[in-house]
Every structure is written in C-alpha cells, then in structure tokens.
C-alpha cells in the first residue's frame, strides 16, 4: 500500500489518515473532499494532497470511502468503470448490507471490503480528527470474497493503528448496530421530542446533568443519520418495537412497585459495558 | 442561623456542608448519619461533629434533610413532638408532595420548607462531595406557609452558594421532574434491560461511545430511585405515555421516510438546553 485516498476527509477521514501516518505510512495520502475539508485536512497533517475522484482512483492502492452513507453509495456509483485492477475499495460507513449490496452490483471485479469503525465524537470535521480515534475501538469488517493481498496489507494496518477487527456479515452487522448504535440515537431524539411538545414551561428551566446527558446524541445532524436510518429500517423497526415492549414492562413494574427487579436488570447489564477508552 | 444540623451526609449533604463552610459560615454542622458517612464527612470538613437526631433537633437552627426520598419520610416521623419551636426543617428530596404532605401531617406547628437542588453526580457519598456541586443549578423550593425569619435565612444562605432559586408548588415540581428528571432515568435503564434481553451476543461487543453514555444513567441505584418513582407515580406514567407516544410517531416518521423534521425537532430543543455547567 504506498498510496492511499482518502474520499470524504472529516472526523473519520482525518482520523485515519492521522493514524496511517502516525503507524509510519509513508506514502501519500490523497483527499478528495470539499477545498474547507481539504484544507483542514491538510493543516493538521491527515493529508498529503488533494484529487479530483478521478484522479485519485488513477493512482490509489486503497481507496477509503469515509462520507456519509448515501454519499457512499453515490461515489460507488461514480467509481464504476474507472477503477484500475488490483485497487482495493473499503468504506467506513455506519450500516453494511446497503453499501455492500452496491458495490457488488456497480464494482463487480473489484475488490471491496465493508468496513465500520465503532468511534466517533461529539464534534464533526477534519479539524476534529485524532491519530488515536480508533484506537482500542471495535472495528467491523464484512468480508465477502476471500481475501486479496490488498485486503490483508490492509487489515495490517488496521491493527498496526490498534483497533479490535470484528469480521461479521453485513445483516448481522446491521441488526446489531440497530440495537447498540441507532436505537440509542433515537431514544435521545425522541426524549428531546417529547420534551419539546411539553406545555410545562418549567421543563426548559427544572433539570439535572442526566437531562444534558440524555439529550446530547440528539444534536446530531439530521444528514447524517436520515440516510443510516432510511439504508437500516426493517432493524430499526424491530429495535423500537423491543424498546418499546421494554417501556410496557417498566409501565406494569411500576404500576405493581415492583421496580427494584426491573432496576437491577438495567444496572447489572449497563455495569459490564466497558466505557470508552479516555479520550474518546 | 448558628448550628446546622445535616441528616445524611451524602453527596448532597456533604455538598451542603462544605458550600456552607465555603461561603463562611462559622457555625457548628452536625452530621446525623452512619459511622462511616460521619467519617467521610469529617474528613472533608463537610461537617465539624456528629449526633444522634434527638441532640441535633434540640440544638440546630436548621435542620437539612439529606436522604434518600423514603428516609426522609421516615426521618419527619422521628422529628414529630421533638423539635423546639423556631427550628427551620428543609430536605433535599427529589419528590416533594409526599414529603411536604408527611410534614404537614408529622409537623405541623413547625417550619419546614421543601427544597430540591437539580445537581448530581454519578458518584455517593461525603468523599464525593464538592463546595460549587449546587452552583449555578436551579434549586427548586416549595413555600406553603409565609416566609419566616429562619427561613429567609436559609435563603439568603443558598444565594450565596450561588444556586438559582425557582419557587413552585410540590405538584409542579413533581410533574416537571416526572419528565426532565424521572423520564431520562428511567429511558437510560430501559434501554439497558433491551439489551440485556437481546440474543444477539454480539450487542455486548459492537458499539461505540454513544451507547455507554446513554445506559450511564442506569447504572444508578435502585435504593435510591424506587422511592422516588413510588412517591410520583401518576406524573411519572404520564411521562412515560407521552414519550411512547413519541416513539410511535418515530415509527411512522421512519416508515414514511420523513424523518428529517423530527430530528430537527429534536436537535433544535436539545441544542436550546444548556449544558452542565463545568465540574458538575
């Protein structure tokens, strides 16, 4: 792997390109992304240069798709027919089966590899980006063919920078990424919901820290998830249903006081989730 | 006010003590509470000395109420035919209509003010009590009866630990917390039994920092929130209806792909919620 291109040079783009260089790439490392992204990127060094997408799939050994869902899903598009042989494609996008799906129908002959790291932060944008983002984090990988050279020089690199691979299917993936990552985004944003359409004007005045807590992930932009949401809808849909079965339990406990059970459950499951490594 | 006298030196207690000490006061603060908690007290200079509840009510101006809900309502038991006159009994329970009806009913000649501090941390305890905890928070207090001078006191006292003081009634309180309080709990905890009853393994193992932070709430303790959801049971099933409700309108926003307008919704009222405030 001596040159790679990095599509989409943010938060996740950046934070690869960092950690490719702080693991001793040396080769370059291409963005193609808006002139803001790419100038961020390359004032904090994720980035050598910059490309057109034409350009970069001309003279790239890997090509890192780190945008937005749908986004990825169009550069598929646009990659079809002019990637050379012996590319390797990965994505760093947040559901699989969608993105694999679409790679296998427009990249036929190439060599794509569905990727997820399961790191993120508050704050968006190259500027943002950590070497060590992904450090210690899981990261999934959906292997669908057998491995080429490029992949496993590829995955070298991937554990070079100090991740957990996790290879599982694109379904499985996408079923459990609805429970652990998409439903919680929708219990924050629901709870901001209900609690805009309060008459009690006191809600925006009475709260605690839990209140702040609960209602960060939902300033999330609204782009990046409708496209997550709408390319993982049948999960997401059995995620809310279990969620929402879960909240008539807690109806019936509380009606019957018998909550202590019902509390301990929650305690004892939310005790063994490792938290984030510091940093992150 | 020259003796103050706090039952349960916990987080909150002990956050009383030193904020008071902070602020100079000069007085005695007896400590009522377990050998282990008066230890702790003591150490951090929360408190300067320990009784039982009979010599604290007979010698403080002020008597704080510290504890858990169901303590507290316990603790006006004690008190009742043993406090002299002139005493001012306030608690920093999270409920208040059951407790400022206890005091009505266990103490009715005496003066006794609801209050509830909206500050918190994950950790308990006198060891994790902090002299600014309270500063800059809303601190809710519920007169029923004409100020006296004790109790103007005390407020003069809480203004210059710097807490903003929001006066309601303990039916308001206890509907807005239902909701800005109670309902992110109790969505924390039922999230974390969602995931506990999956069958999925891999949910323990593919996720990234937006879960942990959204099942933190849950690993609080039963002891502490069963007396509170017990002592607000209609407001709380009230919450819990509207947010269902909410997450039915999701299903259909999902469904019908039109889920940009409620996350703007969202994003727009949780953005509007200031945070906490640093070191809280």
Redesign the interface.
């Known amino acids: 792997m001596k040159t790679v291109a990095i599509v989409g040079v943010g938060l996740i783009g950046g934070s690869f390109g960092l950690a490719l260089r702080r693991q001793g790439f040396e080769g370059e490392i291409i963005g193609v992304s808006s002139p803001p992204s790419i100038s961020a990127g390359l004032s904090c060094g994720a980035i050598t240069g910059s490309a057109s997408l034409e350009e970069a799939a001309a003279s790239a050994d890997l090509i890192y798709l780190a945008q937005p869902v749908d986004r990825i899903l169009r550069t598929i598009e646009q990659l079809s027919g002019i990637l050379p042989p012996r590319v390797l494609v990965s994505d760093a996008g947040s559901t699989k089966e969608t993105i694999v799906r679409k790679a296998a129908a427009c990249l036929p002959s190439v060599d794509f590899l569905g990727g997820h790291p399961?790191?993120?932060?508050e704050q968006r944008g190259a500027q943002a980006a950590e070497a060590n983002l992904f450090f210690g984090?899981?990261y999934?990988l959906t292997p669908v063919q057998p491995s080429s050279p490029a992949a496993a020089d590829f995955r070298s690199w991937l554990t070079r920078i100090g991740v957990r691979i996790?290879e599982?299917s694109p379904e499985?993936?996408d079923?459990?990424?609805a429970?652990?990552?998409h439903?919680?985004?929708?219990?924050?944003?629901?709870?901001?919901?209900?609690?805009?359409?309060?008459q009690?004007g006191?809600?925006?005045?009475?709260?605690?820290?839990?209140?702040?807590?609960?209602?960060?992930?939902?300033?999330?932009?609204?782009e990046l998830?409708?496209p997550i949401?709408?390319t993982n809808?049948p999960a997401?849909?059995t995620a809310?249903e279990?969620?929402?079965?879960?909240?008539?339990?807690?109806?019936a406990a509380?009606?019957s006081?018998t909550?202590?059970e019902?509390?301990?459950?929650?305690?004892?499951?939310?005790?063994?989730?490792?938290?984030?490594t510091p940093g992150?």
């Open positions: 399961l790191a993120g932060k984090k899981p999934v996790i599982m499985e993936h079923a459990t990424v429970m652990t990552s439903l919680p985004q929708l219990i924050s944003t629901s709870l901001a919901v209900t609690l805009s359409r309060e009690n006191r809600v925006s005045e009475i709260f605690g820290p839990g209140l702040t807590d609960m209602v960060r992930l939902a300033k999330s932009s609204s998830w409708s949401l709408r809808k997401v849909l809310i279990a969620y929402s079965a879960t909240l008539r339990d807690l109806q509380l009606e006081d909550l202590l019902f509390f301990e459950t929650g305690s004892v499951w939310a005790r063994q989730v490792r938290g984030p992150a």
